[in-house]
């Protein structure tokens, strides 16, 4: 019995492990998409600054859909860790 303990307590480490590479990762995310605004060079009026800003918009944008896969991943290891150990793993206060 002790080998399925020892191997129950090792998926809820690697789960909890999961979990917080997801929250930093999350974190640097949002870290990138809050500098996005101070390299868009507001100044730059000209064409190559318009163009400059849409490809910044279309960068930011696409960082934004994969902040959004990564809380959806973050929120799916925690329903599979309560799961596992019927205590629900809170995902608001999880290391940034």
């Known amino acids: 019995m002790d080998?399925?303990?020892?191997s129950r307590q090792q998926l809820d480490a690697t789960l909890m492990s999961v979990a917080g590479r997801l929250a930093t990762c999350?974190?640097?995310?949002e870290?990138?998409?809050g500098g996005f605004h101070d390299i868009?060079?507001?100044?730059?009026?000209?064409p190559a600054?318009?163009?400059y800003r849409d490809a910044?918009?279309?960068?930011a944008s696409?960082?934004?859909?994969a902040l959004d896969r990564l809380q959806?991943?973050?929120l799916a290891v925690a329903r599979r860790a309560q799961d596992d150990t019927g205590v629900p793993i809170a995902t608001s206060g999880w290391p940034r």
């Open 56 to 59: 910044v918009t279309l960068q």
């Open 49 to 51: 600054g318009r163009a």
């Open 40 to 46: 868009q060079l507001l100044d730059w009026q000209s």
């Open 31 to 33: 870290q990138v998409l």
């Open 3 to 6: 080998g399925i303990w020892d």
């Open 26 to 29: 999350s974190a640097k995310v």
């Open 72 to 74: 959806e991943a973050r």
């Open 62 to 65: 696409s960082l934004r859909r």
